[in-house]
């Protein structure tokens, strides 16, 4: 199949760096093998310059990859091999079904034909890739492929920021999948079996994207638009700041008198009432699945107070978690900064581990 969207089942050298492309920040993770679990290698998180995105894409590579630069000098790392993402609007998938005596070229064949019915761009212009579910739950005669799509040049803009960072780019994953691969981690160390249904609110700077995990697969997801970018912007109006003085949370600062009362409580009712539509909008979805915990991640989920405030308003438990959780630590790793850092840390740690699938 040509054009493929880099294969992110498949398997990639290891170590590699996993690189997230937030509009706010580059989040980096490096990890390593520990007896039967994994190790925090190296990690940073470096903000980004302004005007490097527009209507969420970016529009300014060489700014993203001066931001890589500072971050890989941060954590490190001699790593050179990296996985990257696309997600948002930026990313079709869709689930098909298959004959499942089919074999992988006929099953490639017959994706290529189902794409047409999905993708509202020219064939030429789209980065196509698929990847074999398993039986369909209500037929063993049929197959369920997971196809995902995205424009080559999107996935042309990732192979040149690595370019440009003397990086080797092997894998490039979806923002969605990276998370629920992370997540895995999360759903270990909780105890939690796989056939039960969890619910993940990924909190970024513009956007917020829910999704509902079970069985190892992503069965819902939707992205909200909600996030940290308003809490900067309240304290920006608020206080007059810069952006960057307004990310006093984010650097463990103390906030300026009355944050709590007139910024802090009035952003965490805004962002509850965001949260309690988003899980209105899955409980009517077609994959609604009883769902007993809510995990927040993402930069915003750190939020002081939110996961509780959270909790009491759904009525069910509400946690912030994150991969890094319980995992070994290199002894370069500084463990305050990583403290502030981890719940930001999710997707390049899912793209991380695809360097061990």
Not at 217 to 241: A, T
Not at 266 to 276: E, F, L
Not at 311 to 339: F, K, N, Q, T
Request: aromatic share 6%; with cysteine.
């Amino acid at each position: 199949m040509s054009n493929i969207l880099g294969r992110f089942l498949g398997k990639a050298p290891v170590p590699l760096l996993g690189i997230d492309i937030g509009e706010s920040s580059i989040k980096l993770v490096q990890l390593g093998k520990s007896g039967s679990g994994y190790r925090l290698e190296a990690f940073a998180v470096e903000p980004m310059p302004e005007d490097t995105f527009s209507d969420g894409n970016i529009v300014a590579p060489d700014r993203v990859a001066e931001a890589i630069r500072r971050a890989i000098k941060q954590s490190r790392s001699k790593a050179r091999d990296c996985a990257m993402a696309v997600g948002g609007s930026a990313v079709i998938t869709k689930v098909v079904n298959v004959p499942a005596d089919l074999s992988e070229d006929d099953i490639e064949a017959q994706i290529e034909v189902e794409a047409g019915q999905y993708i509202p761009y020219p064939r030429e212009e789209v980065s196509l890739d698929f990847a074999v579910l398993g039986p369909a739950p209500r037929s063993s005669e049929v197959f369920e492929v997971l196809l995902s799509a995205t424009k080559t040049e999107h996935v042309d803009t990732l192979r040149e920021i690595a370019g440009l960072v003397d990086l080797n780019l092997r894998t490039v994953d979806i923002v969605s999948y990276a998370v629920a691969n992370a997540f895995e981690l999360v759903r270990t160390h909780a105890g939690i079996a796989a056939d039960e249904a969890i619910g993940v609110l990924d909190m970024g700077s513009s956007s917020s994207t829910l999704l509902v995990l079970r069985d190892g697969r992503v069965i819902y997801s939707r992205e909200h638009d909600f996030g940290g970018q308003q809490l900067i912007d309240d304290c920006m109006r608020r206080y007059g700041m810069t952006a960057h003085e307004a990310s006093f949370l984010q650097r463990g600062e103390e906030p300026p008198a009355g944050f709590e009362d007139e910024i802090l409580e009035p952003y965490r009712q805004g962002i509850i009432q965001q949260i309690g539509r988003a899980l209105q909008f899955y409980s009517s979805s077609n994959s609604y699945s009883a769902i007993n915990t809510l995990f927040l991640t993402g930069g915003a989920a750190a939020t002081p107070g939110l996961a509780e405030a959270v909790g009491d308003e759904v009525g069910m438990s509400c946690e912030v978690a994150g991969p890094i959780e319980g995992m070994r630590l290199a002894r370069s790793i500084d463990a305050a900064r990583l403290e502030r850092a981890r719940t930001a840390l999710t997707t390049a740690c899912g793209l991380a581990l695809r360097g061990f699938d």
